[in-house]
């Protein structure tokens, strides 16, 4: 089979796991030279490009997956996608703080000659963050700022009343690999940020419950041998997901994009 990068006869083979604020998206945007060839889904559902049956998803022939579906998705059905000869683009990165996880997709991805690809997301300067590692960092932050609803269902709910809050109430302030554990559905940018810079336990994630807002807040802050950098993006909050911002679905349309088309920007 060969690779997207090779840029092979013909659209490139798109699966979906997960189809909810982030898959719809995706299908939605008709991408040129990209065809949608199966979505996996969690509940029982087998209509169209949608089945609940991973054996049935994965018998056909893939040249990308997209896993838009959460931490467990990249845990059950992310070295399947690679040992079946298609890069893996994972969104839920939180998944990574399992390091040995990590390191069995890379080992596996190696071994059958595919990528595992993080998609930026919901979080910008990835880029000059990786960069910049390239010389080396000193510190990297974090700040994750949402409305105390988009905290709901979360560990934040047994530290805070978060129906009576009245000013911002910092619910998480650590190394990462700890809060994108604590809240997986939450903060998977904090976890790009970490594996592009500094790592899970050298990078601080600060997690804010602001009853202030009504949009998603992300600060990023670096510093290293290149000097320093801050990056903030305020991003209105997705209509099918309070726990997601609109531009997570718009940078992985994006992502795909680029995995079919001939100019590649801010690779």
């Not at 997207?4 to 299908?27: D, N, Q, W």
């Not at 998705?73 to 079946?84: D, S």
């Not at 979080?123 to 990786?130: E, F, K, N, Q, R």
């Not at 650590?174 to 976890?191: D, T």
């Amino acid at each position: 089979m060969t690779a997207p990068g090779s840029l092979r006869p013909g659209p490139i083979r798109l699966g979906l796991i997960g189809y909810g604020a982030i898959g719809r998206h995706i299908e939605a945007a008709r991408i040129d030279n990209a065809e949608l060839v199966s979505v996996l889904v969690k509940r029982p559902r087998d209509e169209g490009l949608l089945t609940h049956e991973p054996d049935r998803f994965f018998a056909h022939e893939f040249d990308a997956v997209a896993e838009c579906a959460g931490h467990e998705a990249v845990r059950r059905h992310g070295e399947r996608v690679l040992e079946n000869g298609a890069d893996f683009l994972a969104t839920s990165v939180g998944a990574f703080t399992d390091t040995a996880l990590f390191e069995r997709l890379l080992a596996v991805a190696r071994a059958n000659g595919k990528r595992l690809i993080l998609p930026s997301a919901g979080i910008g300067a990835l880029d000059i963050l990786s960069s910049a590692a390239v010389g080396g960092l000193d510190s990297v932050t974090v700040t994750v700022r949402k409305d105390p609803s988009a905290w709901k269902g979360t560990i934040a709910e047994t530290l805070v009343d978060l129906d009576a809050l009245e000013q911002p109430h910092v619910v998480f302030d650590g190394p990462v690999r700890e809060g994108a554990r604590l809240y997986p559905q939450n903060v998977n940018i904090s976890a790009a940020a970490a594996i592009a810079g500094l790592g899970l336990d050298r990078t601080r994630v600060v997690i804010v419950a602001d009853p202030t807002i009504d949009t998603h807040i992300v600060e990023l802050e670096a510093a290293g041998a290149f000097g320093r950098f801050t990056f903030r993006e305020d991003v209105a909050i997705s209509e099918e997901n309070r726990k997601t911002g609109k531009l997570v679905a718009m940078a992985m349309v994006k992502s795909v994009r680029q995995l079919a088309s001939t100019l590649v920007v801010a690779a």
